[in-house]
């Protein structure tokens, strides 16, 4: 059997290695920052609910500050009406 190829190089095995382990490190990276975020925003969760505020509440607000605005009242709409309709 053939010793194993280099990692190292430009072309291993019909693949550009330097490509994709730039590309592999840019990901990682990425995955990092977004490990790195996620505990920034569970912070923020964290000062909310001292500060008295319900995190749950605070959650759907953002949920629904990222749809489009037509979305939000149809959906308000309907909302209202059903519970018109259950007596609510």
């Known amino acids: 059997m053939p010793d194993a ?5 430009h072309n291993v095995g019909g693949i550009a290695a ?13 995955h990092e920052e977004r490990k790195a975020l996620s505990n ?3 912070d923020i969760y964290s000062e909310a609910k001292s500060a008295g505020f319900d995190v749950k509440v605070i959650r759907a607000l953002i949920r629904v500050r990222a749809r489009e605005p037509a979305e939000v009242e149809e959906q308000e709409t309907l ?3 059903y519970r018109r309709a259950l007596g609510m």
């Open 5 to 9: 190829l280099p990692l190292t190089g």
């Open 18 to 30: 330097d490509r994709l382990r730039s590309i592999v490190e840019r990901i990682e990276r990425l």
């Open 40 to 42: 920034d925003v569970s």
């Open 79 to 81: 909302l209202d009406v």
